[in-house]
């Protein structure tokens, strides 16, 4: 990142746990925000311990979405921890809490009560569903918001069960929207002193990131959106998809699409393909052709897939200007070290875990992505934060209990 990072001197209070919150915070630390996450001295974040693989190190799940953070152990059912955190909120720029509906305000650190500590702070809250809606004391998870966000129901073969994508949208795409959001708030407040408070919906950021799905459900009559498999909603224009390719391992495909905006597309794959002698076949000619006859299209695609790996397909249909994909498995991603060369991925030192290599913010600033540092041990910054928060030189853990 060229010259100062952009958020250097934005104070984050973060009292989020799990992946929701985390995710945002982690993303405003990459771009230079002092986030300071506010744990339970017990077991911590309860994500320190999902999928755990020794005693007392932090799992993988916590360390991906904690990078770049400060700790300090506060128990916020403690008159003193208490005092402490309202005391930290008085500096704060930002203050973001993901607890379950009702517990922030019953531990006594509402938007109200923060507010009139701090007039100016942008306060945010990531909730499961929201307010005045019939499941709003709800607890959902990122499956959950899935699920009734929309997202499942347009996922999965057409013939079968919806299914959950394995990325984790209903977390991390929450967070996201948050961080978004809180940047526009940020950049308000500096034009005029204001505040703000911040709420989103885990479902309702679901309803978000599923547009097209609405889109195609307005144009072709009102139904719901069906399920397409590995296609676009409603089914695309053939061909597009997954094909099969050389090797038969179970993410030996390559995906291939040929873009009804562009005609010249399908007339590229087919000279690829050696099949010049279909360039003027009715059957194939054009878009609403090839719908048609979709199944003939993709068997067409399909036996000449089968005849290459995966990358080869793409290297050949690539360089033909025609949009394709191999499906690339996590081990193969981290296997290709031209990542960490650009900094996408890099490696963290970790005191307990050791060395391990992560995924960053991909955005470049200035040609290169910004360097990022691993996560935090639990109250790892105790002292520090008192320090360069509160100007004091005493340091006293104590220990946060579960809302």
């Known amino acids: 990142m060229s010259g100062e990072n952009c958020l250097e001197g934005l104070k984050i209070l973060d009292l989020t746990q799990f992946e929701a919150g985390p995710s945002c915070t982690e993303a405003l630390a ?24 020794g005693t007392n190190v932090d799992a993988q799940y916590f360390l991906q979405y904690n990078s770049s953070k400060r700790s300090i152990a506060l128990n916020l059912k403690d008159p003193e921890g208490l005092a402490t955190v309202k005391r930290l909120a008085a500096q704060a720029d930002v203050m973001i809490e993901n607890f379950a509906p009702g517990a922030i305000e019953r531990l006594g650190l509402g938007y109200d009560v923060i507010k009139a500590i701090n007039p100016a702070i942008i306060y945010c809250q990531v909730k499961g569903f929201g307010e005045g809606t019939a499941y709003e004391n709800n607890l959902a998870f990122d ?28 977390d991390t795409g929450t967070g996201m929207l948050m961080a978004v959001s809180i940047l526009g708030a940020y950049v308000r407040r500096l034009r005029t002193g204001q505040g703000e408070h911040l709420q989103v919906a885990m479902q309702d950021a679901i309803l978000h990131y599923i547009r097209n799905a609405f889109a195609y459900m307005e144009r072709s009559g009102g139904g719901a959106a069906p ?18 390719c050389k090797g038969g391992g179970p993410n030996d495909y390559v995906y291939i699409f040929a873009s009804p905006a562009n005609p010249e597309h399908w007339n590229r794959l087919l000279k690829v393909m050696g099949r010049e002698d279909l360039l003027d076949d009715e059957r194939y000619n054009t878009a609403a052709a090839r719908v048609e006859h979709a199944d003939e299209v993709n068997a067409l695609v399909a036996e000449w897939t089968k005849q290459h790996d995966k990358r080869t397909a793409m290297k050949l249909v690539g360089e033909a200007t025609v949009p394709s994909g191999a499906v690339l498995d996590t081990r193969e991603l981290a296997d290709d070290k031209t990542f960490e060369d650009r900094k996408i991925r890099q490696t963290m030192h970790h005191p307990k875990v050791g060395d391990y290599v992560m995924s960053g913010w991909p955005v470049r600033f200035g040609g290169e992505p910004p360097a990022i540092g691993p996560a935090p041990l639990l ?9 360069d928060w509160l100007a004091e030189e005493t340091v006293q853990s104590g220990s946060l209990e579960s809302a």
């Open 30 to 53: 990459w771009m230079g925000a002092d986030v300071v996450k506010v744990e339970n001295p017990k077991v911590g974040d309860p994500g320190r311990g999902i999928g755990r693989t």
């Open 143 to 170: 499956m959950i918001a899935q699920a009734v966000g929309g997202l499942m129901s347009i996922t999965g073969e057409e013939d079968g069960p919806p299914c959950k994508p394995g990325a984790t949208i209903g």
């Open 227 to 244: 399920r397409a498999g590995s296609k676009t909603v409603g089914g695309g224009w053939p061909p597009i998809g997954v094909f099969p």
């Open 379 to 387: 109250d790892e910054h105790h002292g520090s934060v008192l320090k």
